[in-house]
């Protein structure tokens, strides 16, 4: 049984785009070891479009890798990856093409599913462009959900369709595993912070073995990449925030900055064990969203969001979407907790695990300008 709880791994696409080869694949399994990413949960190793030749094989009509970019096949990297206690991940594209003008399975669904398997593939990301015209997108994913779980492999179905013809209420049906409901993230707050936004009314679709992918992350890639092309990525602030709120959304984790080279900072981020907790919470709960002001495409609101957890615990966060510190307030009552019954609620900092005081009326909080607050916490009856 596969993704119970929100898959966590890594992929190429945001920091290398075109620029992925056997070398980089290697080397990242390493840093997931080394850094004690596998340790603290990431298990895919995940390559993106590019990965293969231009045109399928003219006798077996097979996908090819490119043996420029990988010299040993696909087999030999799912081997190293196995050999590591990793997952190893591909990708594909609905259509006759990939985004980036690879082969696409469009009527090669059977095939390809049955190649990934043969490759040692666990994960495959499917993706959305270069459909034939009056293709039936839905019936599409329909047939690679088929098609991989008639391979003799269980494989991690990734959908990525960017949330068109209302994904969330179908793409459970087709056995996919993770669903992408926006286009594409670019590192920056405006790109993050917007997709938290759009999303919170659809997370209540998202559950576990059907998660809504809010995309890979830009965390610690400050401005590095592909998607970083034009963009100067976030500050430390920023990607906090972008971390803790994938994690209140129970959204997959998946990390997209070059990992072998990521700093103390981002380490100590996305491997905080609070963090981590509440995204992996079995129930994955939809949060309650307050919001402090009005929200405009031009001006987002500040958030608070309330997320339970299982044992009677929750997570509590605090996001200024302001470029001015501010104050993101609460009234307890509009939790569901009227200050009249006695009951406080006890915080713990989720950064420095610290206790954080108890409240039983309302929480209003000074938050740096594009920074978030955040915090376990539990019940306390008042005596
Ligand atoms: C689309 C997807 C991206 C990435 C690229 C690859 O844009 O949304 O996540 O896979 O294609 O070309």
Request: aromatic content about 12%.
């Amino acid at each position: 049984m596969i993704a119970q709880r929100p898959p966590m791994g890594w992929n190429t696409y945001n920091t290398f785009g075109r620029r992925i080869n056997e070398q980089l694949i290697l080397e990242s399994t390493d840093a997931f070891i080394d850094l004690g990413l596998k340790d603290a949960g990431y298990e895919y190793v995940v390559i993106d479009d590019c990965w293969s030749m231009h045109d399928r094989d003219p006798i077996t009509d097979k996908i090819l890798p490119d043996p420029e970019k990988f010299p040993h096949g696909m087999k030999y990297i799912s081997d190293y990856v196995h050999a590591k206690g990793l997952k190893f991940g591909m990708y594909s594209c609905a259509g006759v093409r990939t985004c980036a003008d690879f082969p696409g399975s469009f009527e090669h669904e059977y095939l390809d599913a049955q190649t990934f398997a043969e490759y040692g593939c666990d994960y495959l990301k499917y993706d959305y462009c270069n459909l034939p015209e009056h293709a039936d997108g839905p019936y599409l994913y329909r047939r690679m959900g088929m098609a991989l779980r008639a391979v003799d492999r269980e494989i991690l179905f990734s959908a990525c369709n960017w949330g068109m013809h209302d994904v969330y209420h179908w793409i459970r049906s087709t056995g996919a595993h993770m669903y992408r409901s926006t286009g594409d993230i670019s590192d920056s707050f405006g790109s993050f912070s917007r997709i938290a936004a759009e999303q919170e009314k659809n997370m209540c679709y998202s559950a576990p073995f059907c998660y809504n992918d809010t995309d890979m992350l830009t965390v610690g890639m400050y401005g590095n990449g592909l998607v970083g092309g034009g963009v100067s990525g976030c500050n430390d602030a920023e990607y906090r925030m972008q971390f803790s709120m994938w994690c209140m959304f129970s959204a997959p984790l998946m990390l997209g900055c070059d990992i072998r080279k990521m700093n103390a900072e981002t380490l100590a981020l996305v491997t905080n064990k609070n963090l981590l907790r509440i995204n992996q919470d079995p129930e994955a709960r939809t949060p309650i969203v307050i919001m402090n002001g009005e929200d405009r495409p031009d001006h987002l609101a500040n958030r608070i969001y309330f997320k339970h957890l299982s044992n009677n615990e929750f997570a509590l966060a605090f996001y200024n979407l302001h470029d001015q510190e501010g104050g993101v307030r609460v009234l307890l009552n509009d939790l569901g907790l009227p200050a009249t019954v006695g009951v406080s609620l006890a915080l713990t900092d989720v950064f420095t695990n610290e206790p954080a005081g108890q409240y039983r009326e309302v929480i209003d909080l000074k938050v740096p300008a594009h920074d978030c607050k955040v915090f376990l916490g539990k019940y306390v009856w008042n005596a």
